[in-house]
């Protein structure tokens, strides 16, 4: 009887936990059907610019998969590779074909060099017999995937654990009464928000520090451009993290419901967030991305790490996570109205 009656008040509280039973039962189905979508994906078709290219050859490698584009110099031709409107490009070079390669994406590099090994190597190179060199706009032959992925898994450790200890520890200053006194004091809501962030933010700045440190001095993960541009890019994307951990805490009653929020907010992120090339995925999902503070750090810190570029052209994915911050510390301004009417 005392088993029975155990397990029937295990069974009701489990029961009346909503957010439990969603954890148990949606969340394995929602991850599942984001990875379906993400690994069946239609595979990568290479962009590919010509330049100056006789109109035999070009005839000849239209018929291939692949999205061709000509081009009249190749400043034009290095321009779009560098905006990403194409992953490779094509001139001659004392007859020799050169292919010029972007080079930070190892699969996207690994796509069209098969596509040059079907298509240029086993027709053009048979046809007229000329010579085929590579050149990389960035990287390198050597460049392996962890030099490709290491930016945004420097990015994801940074933001999730910030996101959870931040979310926990909030939750326990709430549940403790902490939160409570310091609502029912003079201080102003903002000033309550600030103090928290502020106070948080100090680890914050050592996590960040730490974990960039590590990963570019001790696992020699490629760095072309300025370190510090590397740390600052962790240290806004901890903050963000920092203040959507403390906004979405507002809603969690334990350290459970906590956790719960990781198959929405985390798992998610990491999909859309550069691991995995967006281009092949359908647009009514690739979407996600763009409202995910993962997707603008981990640009960034690519940028940053494989490209060598500075703060000039990461600019605008550093403003995107200072206002993602801005927009989290504003909602937790009107989470704790709540509180404060009670």
């Known amino acids: 009887m005392r088993v029975r009656a155990l397990?029937?008040?295990?069974?009701?509280?489990?029961?009346?936990?909503?957010?439990?039973?969603?954890?148990m039962f949606v969340a394995p189905i929602l991850i599942l059907t984001l990875l379906s979508l993400v690994f069946n994906s239609d595979p990568l078709e290479p962009k590919i610019g010509l330049v100056k290219m006789p109109d035999p050859v070009v005839q000849m490698l239209q018929k291939d998969k692949a999205d061709i584009s000509k081009f009249n110099s190749d400043n034009t031709a290095k321009l779009a590779l560098e905006e990403g409107t194409i992953h490779a490009y094509l001139s001659f070079d004392n007859g020799s074909v050169v292919v010029h390669l972007e080079g930070s994406d190892p699969t996207v590099t690994q796509a069209v060099?098969?596509?040059?090994?079907?298509?240029?190597?086993?027709?053009?190179?048979?046809?007229?017999?000329?010579?085929?060199?590579?050149?990389?706009?960035?990287?390198?032959?050597?460049?392996?995937?962890?030099?490709?992925?290491?930016?945004?898994?420097?990015?994801?450790?940074?933001?999730?654990?910030?996101?959870?200890?931040?979310?926990?520890?909030?939750?326990?200053?709430?549940?403790?009464?902490?939160?409570?006194?310091?609502?029912?004091?003079?201080?102003?809501?903002?000033?309550?928000?600030?103090?928290?962030?502020?106070?948080?933010?100090?680890?914050?700045?050592?996590?960040?520090?730490?974990?960039?440190?590590?990963?570019?001095?001790?696992?020699?993960?490629?760095?072309?451009?300025?370190?510090?541009?590397?740390?600052?890019?962790?240290?806004?994307?901890?903050?963000?993290?920092?203040?959507?951990?403390?906004?979405?805490?507002?809603?969690?009653?334990?350290?459970?419901?906590?956790?719960?929020?990781?198959?929405?907010?985390?798992?998610?992120?990491?999909?859309?967030?550069?691991?995995?090339?967006?281009?092949?995925?359908?647009?009514?999902?690739?979407?996600?991305?763009?409202?995910?503070p993962l997707f603008y750090a981990a640009k960034a810190m690519r940028d940053v790490m494989i490209r060598g570029l500075g703060l000039g052209e990461i600019s605008n994915n550093l403003l995107v996570l200072v206002g993602f911050s801005l927009i989290f510390m504003t909602l937790n301004i009107f989470a704790l109205r709540k509180y404060r009417k009670g």
Not at 9 to 20: A, E
């Open 113 to 292: 060099m098969s596509w040059i090994q079907e298509s240029v190597k086993n027709r053009i190179q048979s046809a007229i017999g000329i010579n085929i060199k590579t050149e990389f706009q960035h990287g390198s032959k050597s460049m392996n995937s962890f030099d490709s992925f290491g930016p945004v898994l420097v990015g994801f450790f940074a933001f999730f654990f910030v996101f959870l200890l931040a979310g926990v520890s909030f939750l326990r200053e709430r549940t403790g009464g902490t939160l409570e006194r310091l609502i029912c004091s003079p201080m102003k809501l903002w000033e309550i928000v600030v103090g928290y962030v502020i106070g948080f933010g100090l680890f914050t700045l050592i996590q960040a520090a730490i974990i960039s440190t590590f990963s570019v001095y001790v696992l020699d993960l490629m760095m072309e451009g300025s370190f510090f541009y590397v740390l600052l890019t962790t240290v806004l994307l901890s903050f963000t993290a920092l203040t959507l951990g403390i906004l979405l805490s507002a809603f969690a009653n334990n350290e459970l419901q906590m956790i719960q929020f990781i198959p929405i907010v985390i798992v998610p992120s990491v999909f859309f967030s550069g691991i995995f090339n967006l281009e092949t995925m359908s647009s009514y999902i690739s979407w996600i991305g763009a409202v995910t």
């Open 7 to 23: 397990a029937k008040r295990i069974i009701q509280q489990f029961i009346h936990d909503k957010r439990s039973m969603a954890l």
